[in-house]
């Protein structure tokens, strides 16, 4: 098989507008109620009433999901400002910038042949197909271009300042890292090293003396906590970006607001699967919160929940 | 200051790069092409000229780095003082104080009259040879 056979249907970012042709979709799930639909309608309502009642509004997700057509809809749910903090991890930014920078991710499929994929040069994450040239290369140009002149500012960045510079140098309006920036809603990545991002970072640190100071983002992330008066969260998988936003709510007694999309299970005691209950134990959500778990993929499940955010 | 330019894909065993502000002799180099994180990558694995601490870089093949320039010069011995050795080179006849090698092999070696091998890299001298 060719390369060019494989590489054929762009990946495009769906936007929040596209949903207002189809407006609010989860009064169809509020009549079939059973089962997993009843959870998504109380989503909607959770999310909705956090949006308007809390002054602290975090969204965490991973990054596989930047690979997505979601990237595009993650932005406009910063631009228009349902969500003033961002947790992530690593991968957010590589995509992202990636994708800001002109690499072009393709529809795929998940029955692939891997090795043939790799001698054809093409990642594959999931169902999508990622030439070698649209990802890696992209990150460490954007980092070998950019890097030198952040450096001249001053050498030790807080990890949300140097990628609202990043987000300041991409000319993409369905860049999570742009739209951070324009609104200047600090992207929390406490995995920042794990990528392709964070390996060029460190290459070029050796030659320029860039350093990072991770205990800065801390900082931030502590004075917002503490300086809230309500918080909710919208948690889509879990991992890291899932912990550290519960992490940080302990401090001020819990989330107020916590809604979990994820396909995890809480049998293996993992932090990915463990329902806001658990998290109330540890509080990290209070006992009076507005909780609720939704099962599934959040591929399906944002766009959805997203709508109940349409006027 | 005294280096050359080259880039890490010209670095070779046995050539001297700068790492970290030091002057290193190149001991081990590993390729990686990576489609992950754009181009070749080279890990460069070295020892410091001066103190042979290990140090290592990994850097995009054509990453310009430094290379010290490495003057080499015959001396001959005047004092030994213990953790000093007065030299004095044989082509000047200059005078100077020169750090004791830390290799073993050069202890018996090291006495008044002998001659030694001393290379000059960054304004730093250091005896690499007992003739």
């Known amino acids: ?49 956090m949006v308007k009642g809390a002054d602290l509004r975090i ?35 590589d995509h992202d910038l990636a994708r800001a920078l002109g ?40 980092v070998r271009s950019y890097i030198p002149e952040i450096v001249k500012v001053k050498k030790e960045w807080p990890v949300y300042e140097l990628l609202w510079e990043f987000g300041r140098r991409v000319n993409d309006d369905s860049s999570i890292l742009r739209a951070c920036n324009d609104l200047k809603v600090p992207m929390i990545v406490p995995g920042v090293i794990d990528g392709s991002f964070g390996t060029n970072l460190f290459i070029s640190s050796q030659f320029n003396g860039l350093r990072l100071n991770l205990f800065e983002d801390m900082r931030l992330i502590k004075d917002l906590v503490f300086s809230s008066n309500v918080s909710g969260a919208l948690l889509v998988g879990g991992g890291i970006s899932k912990h550290h936003t519960i992490w940080w709510s302990q401090f001020r007694d819990g ?28 509080n990290k959500v209070k006992p009076d919160a507005k909780t609720v778990t939704v099962y599934g993929d959040a591929t399906i499940v944002l766009p959805l929940l997203a709508s109940a955010l349409l006027d | 200051m005294s280096v ?29 092409k990576t489609g992950k994180h754009g181009a070749a990558k080279a890990n460069v694995v070295a020892v410091s000229v001066f103190g ?37 080179d044989l082509e000047s006849y200059e005078t100077f104080d020169i750090d004791m090698p830390s290799e073993e092999e050069f202890k018996d070696k090291i006495k008044p009259g002998a001659e030694v091998e001393y290379w000059v890299i960054m304004n730093r001298k250091k005896i690499v040879r007992v003739k």
């Open chain 2, 52 to 88: 042979n601490a290990k140090k290592t870089l990994m850097a995009p093949v054509d990453q310009q780095v430094e290379v010290p320039i490495v003057e080499k010069h015959i001396g001959q011995i005047l004092a030994n003082t213990g953790d000093r050795i007065q030299l004095m």
């Open chain 1, 59 to 93: 969204l965490s997700f991973t990054a596989n999901l930047v690979s997505t057509g979601l990237r595009g809809l993650i932005a406009d749910l910063i631009r228009r400002g349902f969500f003033n903090l961002i947790v992530t991890t690593g991968g957010t930014v």
């Open chain 1, 255 to 282: 989330l107020d607001y916590a809604v979990y999309v994820t396909t995890a299970q809480e049998f293996d005691g993992s932090l990915s699967g463990a329902m806001p209950r658990e998290a109330i134990s540890w």
């Open chain 2, 4 to 32: 050359n330019y080259t880039t890490v894909g010209e670095l070779k065993v046995g050539s001297y790069v700068m790492i970290d502000g030091e002057p290193c002799r190149v001991v081990d180099i590993t390729k990686a």
């Open chain 1, 103 to 142: 690499g072009t991710y393709y529809k795929g499929y998940f029955e692939s042949d891997d090795s043939m994929l790799r001698e054809l040069k093409i990642h594959r994450l999931g169902n999508i197909f990622i030439p070698y040239e649209a990802y890696g290369q992209k990150v460490e140009e954007a």
């Open chain 1, 1 to 49: 098989m060719k390369r060019e056979d494989l590489l054929i249907d762009p990946i495009v970012d769906l936007r929040f507008k596209d949903l207002e042709k189809y407006g609010e979709l989860l009064s169809l799930y509020e009549k079939v109620y059973g089962f997993s639909a009843a959870s998504l309608v109380k989503a909607g309502r959770i999310v909705r009433s």
